[in-house]
């Protein structure tokens, strides 16, 4: 009987610390609806203090990203078994059916209250792959874009206080935040979670099609290495790995250049930024492609570009600017203008960001102050 006794409860504890170190359930594709929860897809896991992605998602990373107020992310990617993505080589690969994006923004907490966070890069592109530290990061969103047999659809999902649920939030949110800079200044604003229509805005990059694509994962945006929990490797060699990507040529692939980069072409960083920030919607059949502005990376450097370009449909956001681009001008140039600006109507890009993207800006003035050349009438910039 002594036995007895003795051994219930150390079975009790068995199951206890089994039910405790027990795998997360696998990654389930949702081929219909909207699920509640994010957890309800099964790609992320927050346990231990931490989040991390599932057993068989791949986290990856962009050369340059898109600018989002400085918002830290996490980006993630998971197929079915039997699929793969095709690659293409200055296209979003063509995705199969059942693949599940995420990308959660998250910012590194700075001392001071709970919105308080800290005005900083990534200076090591690929850490998260290991997953987040929650007493350090501050999760704001995670946004699931899934390929179903009829489109892709996006869903919003916002986390909750304690950082450990985020809830589908279809029509959109708005948090309060601080950016605290390296010298301990604070920015308050407001960080704007798009609704599923404001997503499609930018997504949908052909207005007659209405096909829904993904933005980052482009050959030339991925080309790069990334630290995985088992070791650094180049994403794409990753990604056909890991049964992710087919039809990927022999010898050198394309890459972006980091905007960021000093050692790179200053030309290069500045075409890769605004590709990456407003190509999208400034490209044939895009948002603003009336327009006639694109600023794809790979389109001619010309008028297209805006050099020398008057504007057609900026109104106020002129800044009582004749050219989109006056080369050694960036003074003049309504592009950095505009980009510098946070007030509705004239700033670019229109969504997506509530504060300025100083180093970006900065970018972009060095680049156009470089350029040699001059407009016909730069000689009267300012409007009548």
Known sequence: MRLNFLLVPALCLLAVLASCSRAPAPVNFVAQGRPEHLSDWHVLNVAGGRLTPNAGVL??????????????????????AGVAAIYTADKSFEFPVGTVLTKTFYYPRANGGPDAILETYDSEPGAPAAGLDLSRVHLVETRVLVRRADGWAVLPYVWNADQSEARLERTGDEKALELVDAHGHGQKFTYVVPNENQCASCHVTNLKSGEFTPLGPKARNLNRPLAYVDGTENQIARWVKAGFLTGVPAGELPRAADWRDTQQPLAERARTYLDVNCAHCHQAGGTASNTSLRLDALGPADWSLGLCKPSVAAGKGTGDRIHGIVPGKPDDSI??????????????????RGTVHQEGVQLIRDWIAAMPGHCQTDDVQKKD
């Open 59 to 80: 986290p990856y990373d962009l050369v340059t990203p898109l600018f989002s107020d400085y918002a830290h992310k996490l980006r993630t990617v998971w197929m079915p």
């Open 335 to 352: 592009l950095p203008f505009r980009l510098a600006s946070t007030e509705g109507g004239v700033m670019m890009p229109e969504l997506g």
